[in-house]
């Protein structure tokens, strides 16, 4: 039987190379290997300055502080999206103020702007299965006269922006465009992941991308959020061991966050073969998915490119007109037992028993549950096999159609009754 795993990490003779080298280097900590990925981590994005450090998480709860959030301050962003994004604004005693999605997956600018207070300090939007947001909408939400009167600084970064701080939750989207540019051009921060399933992985890692407006002294918030990386310690042992001196001094209670250059050296390695290899694989793969079942009249096409903005494939979001959320369980069972290791992106986070806890309902998000119940992600990785892909096609297409037919057998009403729902 064919085992077809959901995401492994692409390791080849490169990555091997350069996880070795850092081994015989006697530096495996946080060095040259972080420094050469920063930098192409900025050709990459365009962007002023990215800083590693050892995950999304961290990376969002170093951007979260650096722009002074504390207790009573709120943060706006998506039902849609892993727990990690929200988890990361309760870290600072911030609260994460949960809205909708628009159908293509991505926070619904209209309920961003409905839920904004004086409290509001940044927005999180995330590019799900690497669609960059709608963009444009949220900016000109945030640069409107009548938001920025609601804004209420706090801190020196706060007076400095003068507005609602747009981050993008960039976890999937690295590669993604908008008008033909990175789409980290859109946002002030773009925070990156570099976990293991990701399109690009250090086995653990993450990257803040800066975008700030021209007022910002790029250097000096470069300088300061690797600083507060490290225990706010302003030498790092690389200096230091290196004959940098021994006298340091801790300037402010910063994190212990920062990239080891092992993990570093395996992003380095697989960067390099990004744009013109590892991305382009991950499109045939989408757009081959995309035209075996465009014909089919369940199939709802995902958003792989439109006049705008183009993913970074990272996810193959499928989704199937109608099943309930049972349905869609049955159908994943099915192809499980097939060898093809599916899964489900994501749970809503009102589902999830923390922010249930937390007072959070899932009848507030309606659509994020909609698109959650029928919602199957396909495996999609450069190393699938054109035989595995076939496979997965044949199989999906095989398990959906049965579903329908078993649905048809007991409620023989059910096709036509949900087909003319959803016109
Ligand atoms: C993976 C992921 C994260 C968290 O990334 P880590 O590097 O594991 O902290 C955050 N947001 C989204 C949307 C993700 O998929």
Redesign the pocket.
Known sequence: MMKIPFSPPFIDKHVIDEVVDTLQSNWITTGPKVKQLELEMTKLTKTQAAVCV???????CLTLKWFGLKEGDEVILPAY?????AL?VIHCGAKPVIVDILDDLTIDPEEVKKAITPRTKAIIA???AGLPCNYGALRSIIQSPEVKKLFNPETEKQWRLGRILLIA?A??SIGAKVDGLPASLQSDIS?F???A??NLTTA???CVCLNLPCHFNIEEEYRFLKVFSLNGQNKDAFTKNNGGGWRYDVLYAGLKINMPDICAAIGLAQIRQYENFLFELRKIIAHRYNDAFKNRDWYIQPILSDKKRESSY?IFPLRIINVSEQQRDSIIQRIMDKGIVVNV??IPLPMLSIFKSLGYLMEDCPNAYLQYSCEISLPIYPQLKGEEINFIINTVIEEVEREFEMEKISNPAYLTKNYEKSI
């Open positions: 050892n995950s999304w998480s961290s990376g969002a999206t892993y727990c990690a994004t990361s995330v590019d799900i939750d976890a999937h925070i992941s570099f976990h399933v990701k653990e890692g993450g990272h992106h994501f």
